[in-house]
């Protein structure tokens, strides 16, 4: 494992609060809607999260490292509505029942701006893994923390992603995944142990696709 890796794309580009500032957004917008002060609502709460941002920083950091060469949970993932063009199962499934060996799972947030920078180049990283036929091997998922389907699906057509994206408003997958800033990749293998996370870089994706996929040992 590269600790660089996990440690050069911190200080610039993550989001650390982005999921819980965008549940905000939506709770306050819902507040609005009956009428309630959920603007103000909305502000002190983002203002709050925002002096806490710096300590989760600092805390987090260190996390970070240990987080790799871990047991990676079993995630239960609900359907997919293109689950036939994706190549996953036609109904709820668990993480450990994919074909692929390799999972690259790529938790985001709409109102993460690295999460919307770093997407074009996600979205080579899937065309590239098809390109040189490691689609039976390597699958990438995304999961959005915080954000409904309808964002989601904004997500999707805004940034042409052709890889699955699961919603998670409730921001329980994201709980189960450690509560870590975003963006974040975690390269997941299965073995017989279980699945097992190989490396996970903080931050914004900024590697060259093909490169990326030798690095973690797809490629010769």
């Known amino acids: ?16 609060n982005a999921p819980m500032a965008g549940a905000i957004f939506q709770r306050g917008q819902a507040e609005r809607g009956r009428g309630g002060t959920g603007r103000k609502g909305c502000l002190r709460d983002a203002a709050r999260l925002s002096g806490c941002c710096l300590l989760l920083c600092i805390l987090l950091l260190p996390l970070s490292s240990a987080q790799a060469g871990q047991p990676f949970p079993d995630l239960k993932l609900p359907a997919h509505p ?3 063009a994706l190549g996953l199962p036609d109904s709820a499934f668990f993480l450990s029942e994919l074909e692929a060996d390799v999972l ?11 999460c919307q920078q770093e ?6 990283l899937n065309a590239e893994i098809y390109k040189l036929g490691l689609d039976n091997r390597v699958l990438l998922l995304g999961i959005a923390a915080g954000d409904t389907p309808d964002l989601v ?6 940034h042409q992603i052709k890889f699955a994206l699961f919603a998670d408003p409730d921001m329980e ?17 299965k073995g017989s142990a279980g699945l097992e996370r190989r490396e996970l870089l903080l931050g914004r994706f900024t590697e060259d696709p093909r490169e990326f996929l030798r690095r973690i040992a797809v490629l010769p």
């Open 104 to 114: 690259l799972i790529n938790v985001y947030s709409w109102f993460c701006g690295p």
């Open 153 to 158: 699906d904004k997500f999707r057509d805004k």
């Open 82 to 84: 293109q689950a036939a």
């Open 173 to 189: 997958l994201y709980s189960k995944l450690g509560n870590l800033p975003v963006p974040a990749l975690h390269v997941v293998v």
């Open 119 to 124: 997407a074009p180049l996600l979205a080579m």
């Open 1 to 16: 494992m590269n600790i660089a890796h996990i440690f050069t794309p911190w200080s610039k580009s993550y989001c650390a």
